[in-house]
């Protein structure tokens, strides 16, 4: 019998309908959880239907196929075995009649029928895995697509987040299973049918037909119920489940093991597993021992019923009412009663919770994406020229949130400026460089590029606009090369335009060095000879990138933090010579970078305090004085005076 899957998690945007409060809110009750199921059940045969017509329609051949077989097959065998009768009861037969008995016509027939379903099968088996792999790549590719067009702010929600990676790793494999489950219902009915018509049929047994419904009716019950108790327990002790896997995960993830080895930190998570184990078991164990038993009583019933039925119709094999195949069909019947009406149960439950984590897909499918044009035809940048950035009033803050991480912050930044963010962890600048790039929209004010508002612009080319290089850039496990060509892929680059883009990082130096040079595939995830680079020099291949990309506003978010200090001030410096009078916006948090700014903003809690050149700044004597004084101190002490030469050779440019 089909069982429905044990540890599923309980899709985390399911709400389940509020059941009815009095008999009149019945029909409420009903509608939604029927409506609800069939229309996730309609979404998901779309999507199968869309994957390939051919999936469903064999899907429900195969149903009907295996609905009718058993019926036919026993009753083939019964009447081989009642032909047998028939001779051994009449004497033995001259060998050469056998070729004209219905004997043999009918072993022929049993063969053909054998063979009939093990051809199905197979040929079915084989269909069905490719059409799993088709369903799961349909779906994969429904989510990436979307997911190109999802608006940031929606991964900055906990509850989106969640539903997503459900929907990555569940909607692939659920469709065909649940459309599979659902067919394999019509299968379970028409082999109900078929077996309870041979029941009736028999003289004096079709009252047996009732009793056996009768008594399979509650085992099925049980046997639905608890898979929904174990369905509700898993999601109850999903909190249990996931620390298990985190605790397990802790131990062999590739980040953590150096910390997890030096702190002795691996009999810790071991321990912590053991108590979320603890605390998942106690209460399994108890479903599982409960169901258990009232299987164990179940089956005795059953059996009992059973042996009495089977005496009953030997019995009347000894009187000669009935013949010995009469007897393999009919208790055969009675067995196949008891099995589809559990299976039919079962199967429903299973369908119905399956149905559930659909709505994962089918949320995150509806996601509306906001971040798009506000007016058609959407203006195109003109790109290759220069550029004039205006912040006006613009405050903001992320959704689902209570406090603006900006507020009210204006500014222009000429063409072919360089524009520095100054203040503390938090102050807001990495939020201003995605507004600005129109990652999120201002909750208030307005952003203009070249005196239009940047909600004007299509998508594309506005991005196509900028050249950035986030804290958190990207690591792909691709080559050195391929690293550096991801700055456009739309771009035909040349060996030495990625060489080019290099040098100007300074990367080029030590991937020269590079046995492989250009061709160093990064990472050891998929290449055993993948190299592991140290994390300035990730940064210097992504400082590479964006001079790849040669786009018309280059944005550096702490381009440095990783480097030291002399290395900082070599790209910074060379930066500047080559950034071809781009506009150009960094932010960093060492002053000695900003000197080079043509303005400079301060801001501090979400507010633009400062506004002006290095020397203005430093000639107010206000926060950018302060926070500049502090650091020229500690690169006289702790960097020595090499450093501080450069500092105070950028600061009297
Ligand atoms: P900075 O770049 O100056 O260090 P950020 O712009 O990154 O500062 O962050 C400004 C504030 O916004 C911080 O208080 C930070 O916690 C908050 N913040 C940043 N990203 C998010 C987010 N995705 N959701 C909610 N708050 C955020």
Redesign the pocket.
Known sequence: MAMPPMGGRMPPNYQRPKPPASIKDLPRYLKEVFGGFFKRFFYILKLVWNTGHWIPLLLAFVALFKGVTPVIGSLISQRILNSLQAVIQTGPQPESTFRSSPILYLLIALIVYRLLILVVNNISSALNRIAGEKVVKEVKEQIMTKSKEIDLASF?NAAFYEKMENAEREAGHRPLHILTQTLGIISSVIELISFMVVLLSAPGLSWITFVVIGVSIPSAIINFVYRRKNFRYMRFSSKERRQMNYFSGVLVDKDLVKEVRLYDLADSFIGRYFTAFKAYYKGLRKLILTEGAWQVFFSVITGVTNLVFYIMIAKRVFTGEFQIGDYTLYTGAIASVATSISTLIASTGTIYEGTLFIDNLIAFMNEKQTIIPCCQPAEQVTHGAEHTIEFQDVSFR?PG?RKD?LQNVSFTIQPGQTLALV??????????IKLLTRLYDPTAGRILLDGKDLKTYDIKSLYQTFGIIFQDFGKYALSVKENIQLGDIHKEGSMETVAYAARQSTAGDYIDKLPRGYDTPLMRIFEQDGLELSIGQWHKLAIARAFYANSDIMIL?EPTASLDPMAEQEIFNQFDQLRNNKTTVF?SHRLSSATIADQILV?EH?QLIEKGSHRELMAQKGKYYDLFTTQSKRYVTQEGEGNNRVLQDNCNK
């Open positions: 900055d992320y949130t991480v203040g503390l962890n938090g102050a807001g600048k990495t939020t201003l978010d932010v801001i979400g």
